[in-house]
């Protein structure tokens, strides 16, 4: 039973480059989100999808795009990396909108911008 | 604006000793409030969560939290720290925009 899996684990990018980090759950949850977390500063919501075919904005997404590919899979899109999205990257899933259910995070993703 | 705040960025507590981490919240309605735990290196964990009904939630791993609406305030309690127990806790509440408000952590450190 693996939960949320995202990949990749680790990434060093350089300034200017794209990436996607890639998410996905096998819980049949409709809810999906990413968050970043930065020292002393909690996790900040990037964007969340609340049904297959939705997304929304949180509370950082300048830089950022997402897709919501499927009901399975919710991926964060870095057009242009920047130095100021350094950070860990988490994926997570519930079976609602709002974490009226659990919630349940992936193993994260470090990122370096150089 | 809906928000958490975690008074104590890293409390350091004895292995036996009772442990009590803070939090209070800003929210208008009755909120919906949680507790995560996260290992170094790990994603998050949900350790408790109120809903609604009785104040005292119990969790996972011995953890439980009041909550107390005069005091805006949901405090994570255990008895009796174990070592394991050394990580990273934040607080959260529902949003009611699909997201959850996370506090910046409290650190816990256990010495043996």
């Known amino acids: 039973n693996a939960g949320v899996t995202q990949t990749p684990k680790f990434q060093v990018l350089k300034t200017g480059q794209s990436m996607t980090l890639q998410c996905a759950q096998d819980?049949?949850?409709?809810?999906m989100y990413w968050y970043r977390q930065d020292p002393g500063m909690g996790l900040r919501l990037i964007y969340y999808?609340?049904?297959?075919?939705?997304?929304d904005k949180g509370e950082v997404p300048n830089g950022y795009n997402v897709s919501r590919l499927n009901k399975r899979e919710f991926s964060l899109r870095l057009e242009s990396a920047a130095p100021s999205q350094t950070s860990v990257y988490f994926c997570?899933?519930?079976?609602?909108?709002?974490?009226?259910?659990?919630?349940?995070f992936g193993q994260g993703t470090r990122l370096t911008v150089v | 604006a809906q928000s958490v705040t975690q008074p104590d960025i890293h409390i350091t507590v004895s292995e036996g000793a009772s442990l009590e981490l803070r939090c209070n919240y800003s929210?208008?309605?009755?909120?919906?409030l949680f507790w995560y735990v996260q290992s170094p290196g790990q994603g998050l964990q949900l350790l408790l969560k109120y809903f609604s009904g009785d104040t005292l939630v119990q969790g996972i791993k011995g953890f439980e939290a009041e909550f107390k609406r005069s005091q805006s305030s949901f405090n994570l309690r255990k008895p009796s720290v174990h070592w394991s127990d050394a990580a990273e806790y934040f607080c959260?509440?529902?949003?009611?925009?699909?997201?959850?408000?996370f506090g910046k952590g409290t650190k816990l450190s256990v010495k043996p």
């Open positions: 819980m049949n949850h409709n809810s």
């Open positions: 929210y208008g309605a009755t909120p919906y």
């Open positions: 997570a899933s519930s079976l609602n909108r709002g974490f009226l259910t659990e919630a349940f």
């Open positions: 999808s609340a049904s297959e075919g939705t997304t």
């Open positions: 959260a509440v529902e949003g009611g925009q699909g997201n959850l408000i």
